[in-house]
């Protein structure tokens, strides 16, 4: 998720990481200011909208896994099975997923602070009817509503981040929006939880709703405008060099077209990768989508104590994703992610057992979030060198796959609640981690293969040239 909505944006890598262009260290737009990396009052007005950003998706990410610890209540409330609460899950990811790369190419004309603010209000809007919801019909059009302005902020904040950061503080504004949507998992998830235990479900969709809302008041007192895609590259290169830079960050170059995003599939072993991270996310979600309800039924666990259980995940999840980011610096990502999705297999098949007791629970949870989030920045190295200049398009797609994989585990989950399986859900997603486990394995094996062969046809080569040489040096002797 990192990199992908940059992608589906169309900015480019060259434009996020800050290897590419830009205005350098002293260019005078964005955070960087006309002080460069030096700061001053424009630099710390940048790093305030870096934080707004992330903010949202702070905001973004609590809406999306705090339904998980909320399931009991909503459906008792509205008379509905487990199964049927979930499906609020899955309306919210199939939106996101479609819907992202759909919107990023409809509002890619559009100014950027406008279409944040306009978005957040939409966000805040579909929680706000989640929250007042008083059937089960109105709350999945109202997850949808939110679902499709999660897609749409979550692609233009990170394309916005990148345009105010300097060029050499992209990368770390860039894992600072992002960082909200982790933080989500660690902070948001069990405080909405609790505010829900206290109170009632709907005023935990209530605080989600507070939460764009001061977001857009935030921008709309210190976000400059920022254009949208212009009718021309040229007039892309005009703004970027015109005085007004420094308070407007320039236009993007043209993003990449809807088909050719989709077209990064053919990159060779896409296929594979794309089916290992919806395997990934299916394991881990058709569990954690009805979370609250396994630890209701399984451990007999009262709100109170689902709440701290709900943070042991997330700091484990906030322990594994800084593991993985180290573990990604100093390994292979084919050579560790195969170990990695193994053990989650291991864990979750355990985690069934370990639920009957609270001790048990926290220990499980805490272990799953770690070896879950683990693997998430190998899977996001092993896809940036897989894709090549084409990179980004293939996390773009990767996001793509990670809602689907929540969408498919949602349905998947209360197939099984409905048929009476709860219990088999861990297994279930044990399976899932076990077959992503083999195909990564899989994958590793014919790379592996392929460049062996790739080295002995290269000596080859060279043993026929040498041999040619030397037949036509003697022939050149001999004449």
Not at 224 to 232: F, I, K, M, Q, V
């Amino acid at each position: 998720m990192t990199q992908a909505g940059s992608a589906a944006d169309g900015t480019t890598r060259s434009g996020t990481d800050g290897r590419g262009g830009g205005s350098g260290r002293g260019g005078g737009n964005g955070a960087g200011g006309e002080n460069g990396a030096g700061g001053g009052t424009e630099s710390r007005t940048g790093g305030v909208q870096i934080w707004l950003l992330a903010l949202g998706m702070f905001a973004i990410g609590t809406d999306l896994f705090v339904v998980s610890g909320l399931l009991p209540a909503l459906g008792a409330d509205l008379g509905l099975s487990a199964s049927a609460a979930g499906q609020t899950v899955t309306a919210f990811a199939l939106t996101y997923a479609v819907a992202a790369p759909v919107l990023a190419g409809l509002t890619a004309r559009a100014d950027r602070r406008t279409l944040l603010i306009g978005v957040l209000v939409l966000f805040a809007c579909g929680n706000a009817l989640s929250a007042c919801a008083p059937d089960f019909g109105v709350l999945l059009l109202s997850r949808v509503v939110a679902g499709a302005a999660a897609a749409l902020f979550s692609a233009t904040a990170s394309s916005a981040a990148a345009r105010l950061a300097a060029p050499e503080r992209r990368g770390r504004a860039l894992a600072l929006v992002y960082a909200g949507m982790t933080c989500a998992i660690a902070l948001g998830v069990p405080l909405g939880n609790a505010i829900g235990a206290l109170s009632s479900w709907r005023f935990a969709f209530g605080f989600v709703a507070v939460l764009p809302l001061l977001t857009a008041l935030g921008l709309a007192a210190c976000l400059p405008p920022l254009p949208g895609l212009t009718a021309s590259s040229s007039a892309a290169s005009a703004a970027a060099s015109a005085p007004a830079a420094a308070s407007a960050p320039a236009a993007p170059a043209a993003p990449a077209s809807f088909a050719a995003r989709v077209g990064a599939v053919r990159i060779r072993r896409a296929p594979t990768s794309l089916l290992t991270t919806a395997l990934w996310i299916v394991g881990t979600f058709v569990v954690y989508t009805y979370l609250g309800t396994l630890l209701e039924t399984i451990g007999r666990v009262d709100a109170t104590d689902r709440t701290w259980l709900l943070l042991c995940f997330g700091l484990g999840s906030l322990t594994g994703i800084l593991g993985g980011g180290r573990l990604a610096d100093r390994v292979r990502p084919d050579a560790a992610l195969p170990v990695t999705t193994g053990l989650l297999a291991l864990v979750l098949a355990g985690l069934g057992p370990a639920l009957h007791s609270v001790t048990g629970a926290a220990v499980g949870l805490a272990l799953w979030g770690a070896v879950h989030w683990a693997s998430f920045p190998l899977i996001q190295h092993r896809l940036l060198a897989i894709g090549g200049d084409h990179g980004d398009m293939l996390l773009a797609l990767n996001n793509s796959a990670v809602y689907l994989g929540q969408t498919v585990a949602a349905a998947a989950g209360g197939l099984l609640m409905g048929a009476g399986l709860r219990t088999s859900l861990p297994l279930f997603g044990a399976g899932c981690e076990l077959l992503a486990a083999l195909v990564l394995t899989a994958a590793a094996i014919r790379t592996a293969r392929s460049r062996t062969e790739g080295r002995t046809e290269v000596r080859t080569n060279i043993r026929t040239d040498v041999r040619t040489k030397t037949r036509t040096e003697e022939a050149g002797r001999k004449a």
